[in-house]
């Protein structure tokens, strides 16, 4: 009876032209990360796994495009190229710039309309057609390579729109971007890509810094928490918005999943404020 | 030394170049309108078929072989039958059938797209080029011996970079021009003659060889169609009375007494003479090399769809390419010029000026032109191949195709040192195919780079092409925590177009909203705001004039409008959204343009 050394030895020996590692348990290395742009989720996260699928979840005014731009920002400053799939065009160039996004290194694609006449008027308008343009570019992207972060924008997309797209287009997506560097981003409402996805981060506000909180009694009522500001409201003139209501948020980001970390996720939260630009 | 490259049967093979399928047939090339079109050139296989030059067409399409039958494979046969196709088969196993001859009519841009990329393979070769005459050229190969090695191995790099631009060649070589123009019509392949040894060699050749370049040496000082005719004539009679003489190659010719030729031919039968012993040196009239790369190809029937058009473009893209190749040059811009089947007037024309000025608008209308502007200069047929396809098919010809030309403007070719440090970018070559897809998907100027315009007018930018930098970039590491912001700042979403809303206003501050967009997608902009700061009033561009219903978002067009930061709670429930909101001024209607996120 051999020793399982000299076993194993025989068997490696015997299979060692076709397979690299006949019996050697392969560990997965630990993926590269790259910055989210705020301190506080890399804290809470780690930053955003490269050939990984991450979303970030919420509701509208939870501060996900804030985030969003932060990302980009952070990937635009290593001078990556980017590409953002914005499915209902609400990209806004000037908020971008002002969160520090180098624009000349982000290619924005705007769906939403099309000139093919296969398309049909009725499927145009809908978020269903949009999301088909979305799954078709993201597709081209991520075949294409090349870009160091690939943003999907549904964050005006209704959920009940985005839970239609089958689970193979996101395991295609998590395939294809796999073996590259490639950050690939979901912003949207709730998750959708479920176990495809590497990092899913929710955020919620927890609180608005607001100039006239005349009534603080209804603010309340709806889970709001208002920080009075009593700066006066001149905004300069690079401000994306000119009345000036909103000083910033108070955001809680809360990791629902997390692939990159060794121990599983339990709802672990951390506290961060967006800060408007004027 | 000195090397003539010739092309025989130019014509032939000029078209041969756009279609390398018939160099497998006997091609007759046709001049001439029908019914008097003659044939014009004839390749080998042309010639073995019996066929001749000045021939009709329907002379020569007697000697053109009828298709064999052909027995499909599944037919049940009977054994007689299968005899008789056996018997068949066996006969041309033994006598291949002859090649089927095809006929095209003569193409003098696809002649010129020939010349151009025989012109382009030598002055890559050597700047000393004398362009003799479209089927062959002259090149000074001094002093290259020590770049391209012997004079054999020179040739044969020679002949392999004209096969690379589809044509086949014959190479002379001689110690000088005359004798090695005479080595390469007159013999095929590869010759090589060492000095001394030209009267030797060159003995063998028939006399018509001599005369054929003894004429052309002339041409260029004959420019009237009348002096063409009388060199043509002069020609004819010195070769009736070479015939007379029995003189019929260089080596008789050569020994005639020198005197006694001169008293009876005249200057032109020494010079006929010196030729013919191989002796003399001339100078070579140098051309310029040219900077102008066009392909073209004329089709027999026109082509209706875009899949066989993509055939056509792969063949004139390959050329193309070779050709900027041979001079180390890259493409910046592709400009694909389509000529469509003409159609009718819908207007009879009276006068010959009006005629004119029809005939030009048809053409015009004709002509269908697609410019693709590179971003980066490259070399990649099969980029451009799809590049094209991609273009055709969101903006189709609408009629058959009869003609195309494929220019290219060359560049230098982009040098890009990589590193292992670098960012991560796009090849360029990928990205142009991905940005034309994605444009096939999204529509025009949908995809590219936002340029924020200096203007105080909301949501003013304007899109760009997309371009990767990977020659700007520099290496640089990962972003450290010093890069990061612990407050990022807010964003606006952008509603495109803005939504119409109607708003109930309390003391003249807005109090609560409701859409008027029906689409479901809306229904979230609904409910009581709690909180509302401004009015904040502004206007623009109104010293600008009153601009039409066409005028597109980048052009000054007068606004003016009240804006209003709202937090809004939503009917469908207990969610609160911040959303920014206008009173147009000039309209006086209600929009929500963004919301904060």
Not at chain 2, 199 to 210: D, E, K, N, Q, S
Not at chain 2, 574 to 589: C, F, K, P
Request: with cysteine.
């Amino acid at each position: 009876m051999p020793s399982p050394a000299a076993l194993r030895a025989h068997v490696e020996s015997a299979l060692g032209e076709r397979l690299a590692s006949t019996l050697l348990l392969r560990e997965k290395a630990a993926p590269l990360t790259v910055s989210t742009g705020v301190a506080g989720l890399d804290a809470l996260t780690g930053g955003l796994p490269r050939g990984a699928l991450s979303e970030i979840t919420g509701p509208a005014s939870s501060g996900r495009t804030g985030v969003m731009l932060a990302a980009l920002a952070g990937a635009t400053h290593r001078e990556e190229a980017c590409a953002l799939v914005d499915a209902s065009d609400n990209f806004d160039p000037a908020s971008a710039a002002a969160a520090g996004v180098d624009l000349d290194h982000l290619l924005w694609i705007r769906c939403g309309e099309s000139d093919r006449a296969s398309l049909r008027s009725t499927q145009r308008r809908t978020a269903l057609g949009r999301l088909e343009q979305v799954l078709k570019i993201t597709d081209l992207l991520l075949q294409g390579g090349g870009f160091g972060m690939v943003v999907l924008d549904l964050g005006d997309i209704p959920p009940e729109s985005v839970r239609r797209v089958p689970l193979t287009s996101w395991f295609r997506f998590r395939r294809t971007v796999e073996p590259t560097a490639t950050v690939l981003l979901i912003v949207e409402r709730e998750p959708c890509a479920k176990t495809c996805a590497s990092l899913v981060v929710r955020l919620q506000r927890t609180a608005v810094c607001a100039r006239d909180a005349a009534s603080p009694s209804e603010a309340e009522f709806h889970g709001w928490r208002v920080l009075s500001w009593t700066e006066p409201a001149i905004p300069p003139a690079n401000a994306v918005s000119h009345a000036a209501l909103l000083h910033g948020m108070q955001l809680r980001a809360e990791v629902v999943r997390s692939w990159t970390q060794r121990k599983p996720v339990q709802s672990v939260g951390a506290d961060f404020e967006l800060r408007a630009g004027w | 030394m000195f090397a003539c490259i010739h092309i025989p049967d130019f014509p032939v093979a000029a078209i041969v170049r756009a279609e390398s399928l018939l160099r497998e047939h006997a091609v007759a090339v046709l001049d001439g309108k029908p019914p008097q079109a003659r044939v014009f050139a004839l390749n080998d296989k042309g010639r073995q078929l019996g066929m001749e030059i000045g021939m009709t067409k329907l002379q020569a399409s007697i000697f053109a072989a009828a298709k064999p039958e052909r027995v499909p494979a599944t037919k049940m046969v009977t054994k007689k039958k299968s005899a008789q196709i056996e018997f068949a088969a066996r006969r041309t196993k033994t006598q291949p059938p002859p090649a089927n001859a095809i006929f095209r009519q003569r193409s003098p841009a696809q002649e010129d797209s020939a010349h151009a990329a025989l012109l382009d393979v030598a002055h890559a070769f050597t700047p000393r080029v004398e362009d003799t005459h479209p089927d062959r050229l002259l090149l000074d190969l001094g002093g290259l011996e020590r770049l391209y090695g012997s004079a054999p191995a020179m040739a044969r790099q020679l002949a392999s970079r004209v096969s690379s631009v589809g044509l086949d060649c014959n190479i002379g070589m001689a110690a000088n021009p005359e004798a090695a123009m005479h080595a390469a019509c007159g013999f095929s392949g590869i010759t090589v003659i060492p000095a001394g040894e030209e009267a030797r060699r060159l003995g063998i050749l028939p006399i018509t060889v001599l005369l054929d370049s003894f004429d052309l040496a002339h041409g260029s000082e004959v420019e009237t169609t009348a002096s063409v005719r009388e060199c043509n004539k002069l020609r004819e009679q010195i070769l009736d009375t070479l015939e007379r003489w029995g003189v019929r190659d260089f080596r008789t010719l050569a020994l005639l007494p020198e005197h006694a030729l001169a008293a009876r031919l005249g200057e032109a039968g020494t010079r006929l003479q010196r030729l013919s012993r191989g002796v003399g040196m001339r100078t070579l009239a140098l051309c310029e090399p040219q900077m102008h790369f066009e392909e073209a190809m004329e089709l027999e029937s026109a082509v209706e769809t875009l899949e066989p058009l993509s055939f056509l473009l792969n063949r004139l893209l390959e050329q193309l390419c070779a050709r900027l190749e041979a001079r180390a040059l890259a493409v910046q811009t592709l400009t694909l010029r389509l000529q469509l089947e003409l159609r009718v007037a819908d207007e009879q024309t009276t006068t010959l000026e009006e005629l004119h000025e029809s005939a030009n608008e048809t053409t015009a209308r004709n002509l269908h032109t697609r410019t693709l502007h590179l971003p980066v200069a490259m070399r990649a047929p099969k980029v451009f191949l799809k590049l094209l396809q991609l273009d055709l098919a969101a903006h189709p010809p609408g009629a058959p195709v009869c003609k195309l030309w494929l220019a290219a403007e060359p560049a230098r070719p982009r040098s890009a040192q990589r590193g292992l440090f670098l960012p991560i970018a796009p090849e360029a070559e990928k990205l142009e195919i991905t940005l034309a897809r994605i444009n096939g998907v999204v529509g025009e100027r949908r995809a590219g780079i936002a340029k924020v315009l200096d203007t105080y007018r909301p949501d003013a930018f304007h899109m760009e092409r997309f371009v990767s930098r990977q020659e700007d970039r520099t290496p640089g590491g990962d972003l450290t925590l010093s890069d990061t912001s612990s407050a990022p700042p807010v964003a606006l979403r952008i509603f495109r177009p803005a939504r119409r809303i109607r708003v109930q206003l309390t003391e003249g501050r807005p109090c609560r909203l409701a859409t008027l967009d029906r689409h479901a997608d809306h229904n979230e902009l609904q409910g009581k705001i709690l909180w509302s700061a401004g009015p904040w009033r502004s206007s623009g561009d109104w010293w600008a004039e009153q601009s039409d219903a066409e005028s597109t978002a980048e052009q000054a067009q007068a606004w003016g409008r009240e804006e209003w930061d709202i937090v809004l709670a939503t009917d469908n429930g207990n969610d609160v959204a911040l959303y920014r909101i206008y009173h147009d001024t000039g309209t006086g209607h209600w929009f929500a343009d963004a919301s904060y996120d």
